[in-house]
């Protein structure tokens, strides 16, 4: 496969055209002027949106005509439904082709294989595609995730299939038992392509093309197109064209950021305390930097009364899906997670995010604070550092090309001055007297509580979590001593 592109500019659609498009999409071409069959289409006006998003408005006819695509979207514009619609029609459509016809017991292994990069993003692309392919009959769907007993996924691979959503190392592991087979794969799909790179799945992706036919169509969906991303597009796709809806630069207008300058752990552990006593929290991601950290905060969360649970790679997948699960039914006011496991929490009512540790890399933030803000509403995201945090923070800034303006909780404003190191012309923030926190409350008073996190332990000497989490007991309003 070759085709030509050499740098991310050379790649990109036009600007104006793009300008275009998205105009015409916003104007209102609705959803029946997709190009999708009757049996998506009713699935997708079931769901109830206005009109299609961006994303939507032109992968979905451009993936129509059986073209590769490069698409970077951000996470909650839609983008899931802009390959799983196209996926859906390909389904139909090859029912409707006698060339393609299933012969009884010959292998009839999936038409359409979605990789996406951790085991929760797989299962929310699984579920969208259940819910759009609703009225598609007899559609049949599976998904293959790493953490999880092998035999229902043999089971399932081994009936006919149109649909596999995989995460790649366990896709590996199934190919090479001889149960998962990829010969009838018309569509490939990869969803968030450069984090499958960050991740180390390179050659797993690699092997897994590889075992698919050349006379594929390929979609990769990805933040970034430059370095590895874009070899890899080179070696997977022919004569793609290239969709750009938004970057990491994007506004994300719709999600309100915050900065609150701590002056200590402890400190920090107030701040978050207050945040989280605010009635306009209808649910809330907490993100660590570590499992440990999200393992222990939360144990403390559930010990001063919040319906709590950790989120993290560390634990086993049912138990990774009971807490997604009380999440969605909120029976979960507040989630700890990390970067990896929060990966795809699709959650319309989650109104904040809070970065109690800070993201490794500054793309990562632009991740979590996607967890909010989605599908049309809006959303708060608050980021708590420490001075020693400051070169993260600007990093984060330069990433997204924002500043991220800084707020005080009346009563818990920082003694310490705000960090000196600021891009030369901006003015400092940070400042006692900054925007304060709409959310009011109570004063702090260093004696009020013990605090929790208490001093003299160290960080991660012992894990909390096990018995403590949503999964295991839903958390109730507990009462206790901070820090036990
Ligand atoms: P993403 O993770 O980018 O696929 O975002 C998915 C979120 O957007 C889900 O909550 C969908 O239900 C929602 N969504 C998908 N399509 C639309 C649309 N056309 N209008 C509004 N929300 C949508």
């Known amino acids: 496969m070759s085709f030509e592109f050499h740098d991310e500019a050379a790649l990109a659609v036009s600007t104006a055209a793009n300008t275009a498009s998205i105009a015409a999409a916003a104007e209102g071409p609705g959803f029946d002027s997709l190009g999708v069959a009757p049996e998506i289409l009713k699935a997708i006006l079931h769901a109830g949106y206005?009109?299609?998003?961006?994303?939507?408005?032109?992968?979905?006819?451009?993936a129509l005509t059986g073209a590769d695509l490069l698409v970077s979207a951000k996470t909650g514009s839609g983008k899931t439904a802009a390959f799983v619609w196209p996926a859906l029609q390909r389904i139909l459509d090859a029912r409707l082709d006698p060339a393609k016809k299933r012969i009884k017991g010959q292998p009839q292994g999936p038409r359409v294989l979605v990789l996406a990069p951790t085991r929760e993003l797989a299962m929310q692309v699984s579920r969208a595609c259940m819910q759009y392919g609703h009225g598609v009959q007899g559609l049949r769907i599976a998904?293959?995730?790493g953490g999880v007993p092998y035999q229902a996924q043999l089971k399932a691979l081994r009936g006919p299939l149109d649909m596999l959503i995989a995460t790649p190392g366990r896709l590996l592991d199934l190919m090479g038992s001889g149960a998962a087979i990829l010969s009838q794969v018309e569509m490939l799909v990869l969803d968030e392509a450069d984090r499958m790179l960050d991740m180390g799945f390179i050659d797993d992706i690699t092997t897994i093309a590889q075992a698919i036919p050349a006379q594929r169509q390929t979609l990769m969906f990805s933040a970034t197109f430059a370095g590895?991303?874009?070899?890899?597009?080179?070696?997977?796709?022919?004569?793609?064209?290239?969709i750009n809806v938004a970057s990491h630069t994007d506004t994300h207008a719709q999600i309100e950021q915050r900065l609150h300058w701590a002056d200590s752990l402890h400190h920090k552990h107030a701040l978050l305390e207050q945040l989280?006593?605010?009635?306009?929290v209808d649910q809330a991601v907490v993100f660590t930097?570590?499992?440990?950290?999200?393992d222990e905060l939360a144990w403390k969360l559930g010990e001063i009364g919040h319906s709590v649970a950790a989120l993290h790679g560390g634990m086993p997948q049912g138990r990774r899906n009971r807490v997604l699960q009380g999440l969605r039914q909120r029976q979960l006011r507040v989630l700890v997670a990390t970067d990896v496991a929060a990966r795809g929490i699709d959650?319309?009512?989650?109104?904040?995010?809070i970065n109690y540790g800070l993201p490794m890399k500054a793309e990562d933030y632009v991740h979590r604070i996607g967890r909010t803000g989605r599908a049309g509403r809006t959303g708060?995201?608050?980021t708590l550092a420490e001075r020693r945090d400051v070169g993260m923070i600007r990093r984060i800034e330069r990433f997204t090309t924002q500043r991220i303006s800084a707020a005080v909780v009346p009563g818990l404003e920082p003694k310490l001055a705000p960090p000196s190191d600021k891009p030369s012309g901006e003015r400092s923030f940070g400042r006692p007297g900054g925007k304060p926190f709409?959310?009011?409350?109570?004063?702090?008073?260093?004696?009020?509580?013990?605090?929790?996190?208490?001093?003299?332990?160290?960080?991660?000497?012992?894990e909390f979590g096990a018995g403590r989490d949503f999964a295991g007991k839903p958390a109730g309003p507990r009462r206790g001593g901070f820090g036990r």
Do not use: C, M, W, Y
């Open 380 to 382: 708060l995201a608050i």
């Open 289 to 294: 930097s570590t499992q440990r950290d999200a």
């Open 276 to 280: 989280l006593a605010d009635r306009n």
């Open 143 to 145: 998904h293959v995730v």
């Open 347 to 353: 959650v319309p009512s989650i109104t904040h995010v």
């Open 228 to 242: 590895n991303v874009g070899t890899l597009a080179r070696e997977l796709t022919r004569d793609p064209q290239r």
């Open 50 to 62: 206005p009109t299609p998003t961006d994303v939507q408005a032109l992968a979905v006819p451009a």
């Open 438 to 462: 709409a959310g009011g409350g109570k004063p702090f008073a260093p004696g009020r509580k013990p605090g929790f996190g208490g001093p003299g332990k160290a960080r991660g000497e012992r």
